[in-house]
């Protein structure tokens, strides 16, 4: 609903079992393109065809979040309804609103650079070779202590 408030393109990436929500709900619009069981590569070359990450996800593993890390670490800028106590960087947050969804997108956009030097920055700081590094440090201390 936010991307047809806002006349855009929207493309939605997951498992073909989400084909049953659509079906059931009937979704409709002639600018969504959704792909299903895309392989890594797919999703990767998906993610560089994109400038803006959408997840608004009532569910959500990992602290932070893997999907939007790799989101960020190729340069889209992130909206989520991510927990609120976890501060990834450069995200923004969302509600599951698409009135308020739409009118985050227009702020990304109109704040497109700023937003993703900060993604970008965030992706650094969260590479998997910075977390596990953090993790062996936390390992340690527990070991001293």
């Known amino acids: ?3 047809r408030r806002l006349d855009m393109p929207l493309t ?6 989400n084909q049953k929500f659509f079906d059931r709900m009937n979704v409709k619009y002639n600018k969504l393109d959704i792909r299903f069981d895309l392989t890594e590569q797919q999703l990767l070359e998906t993610y560089q065809e994109h400038t803006i990450f959408i ?3 009532i ?10 890390l790799e989101a960020q670490a190729c340069g889209l ?3 989520a309804t ?5 501060n990834l960087k450069g995200l923004i947050r969302i509600d599951r ?7 985050k997108i227009k702020e990304a956009i109109e704040n ?10 965030s992706a650094k700081e969260n590479d998997w070779s910075m977390v596990v590094d953090k993790m062996l440090e936390i390992y340690k201390n527990k070991i001293k202590q």
């Open 1 to 3: 609903e936010a991307a």
């Open 12 to 17: 939605i990436a997951g498992p073909k079992n």
């Open 55 to 57: 997840h608004p996800s």
């Open 59 to 68: 569910l959500e593993g990992g602290h932070p979040n893997l999907t939007l």
């Open 77 to 79: 800028i992130v909206l």
């Open 82 to 86: 991510f927990e609120k106590n976890n």
């Open 97 to 103: 609103n698409h009135r308020l969804i739409a009118d």
């Open 112 to 121: 497109y650079n700023f937003y993703q030097k900060i993604t970008l920055e």
